[in-house]
């Protein structure tokens, strides 16, 4: 029996979706556990039958009544369980054609639990779902070898120097990863590829090995910082390299910049979730100085961030964007109990035994 499967996400979903919608997200991955749970389980419920009506995750009423677990699913390509799965190339594809990363190019590197590599002076973390300023990172050749090729993409195997934003180097001292003006032999990495890669490309999991410490770079969810102190090539070991989307030229002074239309829709950023107990145990509080960067995605579980001084409360997201009513039920219609909705339990099979959602 399944019990107590939701719409929860975590960050790396919600920063991984490319250009889906709110509802689109949470259509795919309700329908997509539906068709997993109703062929592969002797029943499964969901949690909860009623929450608040904003807390679309835990709410089954409301998730039924926008759509949410009645949509058709769609088509999802096969995998055979090796390499990448083909979904993560439609759901987030490379935000430029070339979707390999060469030397010098600017790109951010995503922790397994979603957080992304973030460098604020000398402090390196991965304390928030973010991909700005502070997560740009930049990886420089680390051999004679390679400085003297005018441009080449990255490859397994290459010694590199991880150059942040601010044009300090991410070096490993005392079984900590901190950023250094100068890069010394403690700040030179050997590059691992994961999935038999060969060259780096946009989304390929990516290892950083200390070349003078021989340990590879970890981070913990738990605990603040990068760290350098298992030779394993792991869970906490993998990262994601992204390439980030171009710069928009900007505007000359005094050209006129048109307004977007009233009557174009705009595309929401940040899940429909708001001010839920939940989130407000998970909201992070921040000082009120200017270099304090919040989560962009609030509606995520990410890490609480411990302060000094003065606090400030994050903002607070604005209203669900009203979605019209699924084609099963109407506004008149009362909603069904989760066992006429969800239909009766089936018996396993030995060919759906073993099946899992996407």
Known sequence: VVGEWSLALGPAAWM?????????????????????????????????WSERRETLEWNFQEAFARGFLSHPLPALPAWSGRGEDP????????????????????????SFYGNYVDVRGGAVKAGWCDK?????????????????????????GDAVFIQAHNGRYLSVGGGRV?????????ARFVVHLGQGARILRHRCPIYFESKRHRAMIDT?????????????????????AEKAAPREPKARRGAVVSAPSPITPTRRTQPLLVDTPELKR??????????????????LPVKRRRTTGNAMPMPTLGEPVPLSPCSCASEATHVPSPMDLLGSPSSPTSESEGASPR
């Not at 993560?88 to 790109?107: D, K, M, N, Q, T």
């Not at 300023?133 to 080449?152: D, F, H, K, M, N």
């Open 16 to 48: 991984t979706r490319s250009a889906m919608t709110d509802a689109e997200v949470y259509q795919l991955f309700g329908r997509a556990q539906l068709a997993a749970y109703q062929k592969a389980s002797h029943g499964h419920f969901f949690w909860n």
């Open 87 to 110: 979904l993560e190339e439609r759901l987030h594809p490379s935000p430029v054609a070339e979707s390999r990363i060469f030397y010098g190019e600017r790109i951010f590197l995503r």
């Open 132 to 156: 700005g300023a502070w997560q740009q990172i930049t990886l420089r050749p680390g051999s004679a070898e390679v400085s003297s090729q005018a441009v080449r993409e990255v490859r397994h």
């Open 178 to 186: 901190e950023a250094v003006a100068e890069p010394g032999p403690s």
């Open 220 to 240: 913990d969810e738990e605990q603040d910082g990068l760290f350098a102190r298992f030779h394993d090539l792991g869970e906490w070991q993998r990262f994601a």
């Open 282 to 299: 998970q909201k992070a509080v921040v000082d009120g100085s200017a270099e304090t960067q919040p989560c962009a995605d609030l509606a």
